[in-house]
């Protein structure tokens, strides 16, 4: 499954749960929040000033 910076976090963590280390790795200690859940890859790289793109690329390979 291609991962798309439209994913909601908690959908990626349910489905590719292995994928939470590369997040935490990279800045996004947010994970366990409630509120994290419904958010988009897009916003939750928005706010912890991740590039989207840098990050798909880490979570596709």
């Not at 991962?3 to 994970?31: F, R």
């Not at 509120?35 to 989207?52: F, I, K, N, P, Q």
Request: hydrophobic share 40%; with cysteine.
């Amino acid at each position: 499954m291609q991962i798309e910076k439209t994913i909601k976090i908690g959908e990626l963590l349910d489905t590719n749960p292995e994928k939470a280390e590369i997040l935490l790795n990279m800045g996004m200690h947010c994970l366990g929040c409630p509120a994290s859940r419904e958010e988009t890859l897009e916003e939750a790289c928005m706010v912890h000033g991740l590039d989207v793109e840098d990050v798909l690329e880490e979570l596709n390979k």
